[in-house]
């Protein structure tokens, strides 16, 4: 199992903003982290693995490339 903080697909979203062409900005390495990689045998242990992760803490974003051509990234608002 993997838990990773990130991009679903750094290469899609690369390619989706205009940045598959630029050698000095890799989504790979800039927006994503693993947090957790290993095997979970059972319930007890995963529970106690992902409350140690605090996944509450973290927010959903969005990044966006407004018309100045800058790299932004947006908090998405719960609904």
């Known amino acids: 199992m993997t838990v990773w903080y990130g991009l679903l697909d750094a290469h899609m979203t ?19 982290e693993t947090l ?10 995963g529970t106690i693995i992902l409350a140690a992760l605090c996944l509450e803490q973290k927010t959903p974003n969005i990044l966006v490339v407004p018309t100045k051509g800058r790299l932004e990234c947006h908090l998405l608002k719960a609904s």
């Open 36 to 45: 957790f990689r290993g095997y979970i045998s059972n319930n007890e242990t």
């Open 14 to 32: 690369e390619t989706s903003l205009g940045f598959a062409d630029d050698p000095t900005l890799d989504f790979n390495e800039q927006y994503e």
